[in-house]
Structure formats: C-alpha cells, structure tokens
C-alpha cells in the first residue's frame, strides 16, 4: 500500500516552454507532499513542502514564481516548472507523507518513482 | 543546518562480500535516521530506520546503528547479493513528532555487485 504514482518518467523539453510533474497517491490520501530536486552527484534538495487545499511552503532559494505547485485534492500534486532553462535540467521527485495506525501516530514517507527533466 | 555526509559512489563488491556504507551527520537537536534505497527506474523505498541512539534498524539483512557519539548511522550488510545493486540514501528527520518538514538526505550511494 502506500504507493505515489508519478508522471512523466523522463521529458524533453525546448528553453521557455512549461512542463508539468503529476504525482498521485493510489492507495490513500495525501494531506502532505513534498518535491524534492536532485542535481548530478547531489543530495535530494527539498524545494517545497504542499498541504491539501493551502499554498506550499518553498525551501529558501526556490523560486514560487517558476515552480508552481498546485495540491488541489487528497490525490494529486503537480509541479509546474514554467519558463524551463537549461539549468532547470534535474531529477525531481515527489514525497508524500504516510501516517500510521500507531497510538501516539507516526508517519512515514513514500516517494514517486522520480522524473528526469532536460531542458534544451 | 542539518546534513548527511555519506560516502562517494560507485561502490563495487563482488557477491558475498560484506558491505559498510558510512553516513555521518550534523544536526541542531535529535534527529531520526534513515536508510532509503532506490533500485533503477523505481521511487526511493525506506529500508530501515532508528529513532534515539543506540537504536538499531534492520531489514533484509541490513543494518545501522545510531550512534550519537560518533553522529554516524553506518548501513552494513553480512553478505550481499547481485539484487542488492541500487542507488542508498542516508537521510535525517530532526522532529519526527509531526508537522516535521521534508527529510535531509545524503548525496546517495551506488552499490553494484557483480557475480
């Protein structure tokens, strides 16, 4: 169970034009995601943290104004990356947070299968 | 701010070989540790966790201590296998008592085993 669907896997795309990253939760609902970015021999780089229904909250140094993130139901989470340059070229991968039956509850996290952005 | 220092990749090892991936870390308070793995084309998967020191995590044949005097979180495993060959993160959670932010992760570890 648990499983965050995220699409597409790998996109080309020309400098200036937006491209978007869907990840839905299969399985349960999603109250709280995160978009994570990851450059060549880098560490995952938070970039966002979104609620259902409310504005994400951007990590310092991210722009909200190019990576639009839209969480507008329990299922789904997108991020936009609007005005692509080569520079934008990563790996970005989605997170949501999955809580547990436990008392007192605990959560865990489970992650999309990641997408690979080249910006040409 | 917090980070996770794990050990550069590509780490190759034959099968049946034993297996150290180092993580250290820095961190403000105390932190929860984890292990994520991520075999190709597929999302990141946690493969174990520890939440105080001297906690260790297990799961399919691995292992980490936490260990807070040396801030490490070192990942071992007795014997390793051909299917073992993936990309492992070593990641941190400083509160883990809800409304946490994302975790922090280490720049990731390739593992490959040959026969």
């Known amino acids: 169970g648990a499983v965050v669907s995220q699409h597409p896997s790998r996109v080309i795309c020309k400098s200036g034009t937006s491209v978007k990253i869907e990840c839905r939760s299969l399985?349960?609902?999603?109250?709280?995601m995160f978009w994570y970015r990851q450059f060549p021999k880098q560490s995952l780089m938070l970039m966002a943290t979104?609620?259902?229904?409310?504005?994400?909250t951007y990590e310092q140094g991210v722009e909200k104004d190019k990576f639009l993130i839209n969480h507008a139901s329990l299922t789904l989470s997108t991020l936009t990356v609007t005005s692509a340059h080569p520079e934008d070229s990563s790996f970005y991968i989605c997170?949501?947070?999955?809580w547990g039956q436990g008392d007192p509850p605990n959560y865990g996290y489970t992650f999309g299968s990641g997408t690979r952005l080249t910006v040409v | 701010g917090d980070s996770v220092t794990q050990m550069e990749g590509p780490v190759t090892l034959s099968e049946e070989a034993f297996l150290t991936i180092n993580c250290t870390y820095t961190a403000t308070g105390y932190p929860s540790l984890f292990w994520y793995v991520q075999y190709p084309g597929e999302g990141l998967q946690l493969l174990l966790k520890a939440t105080k020191a001297d906690d260790k995590g297990s799961n399919k044949g691995f292992e980490a201590t936490y260990r807070k005097e040396t801030t490490s979180f070192h990942l071992e495993k007795g014997s390793v296998q051909v299917s073992d060959s993936a990309v492992y993160f070593c990641a941190l959670l400083l509160n883990s008592g809800g409304g946490a932010d994302g975790l922090t992760f280490g720049k990731g570890t390739h593992l490959i085993i040959q026969p």
């Open positions: 997170s949501a947070r999955v």
């Open positions: 979104s609620n259902e229904g409310s504005k994400a």
């Open positions: 399985d349960f609902q999603a109250t709280t």
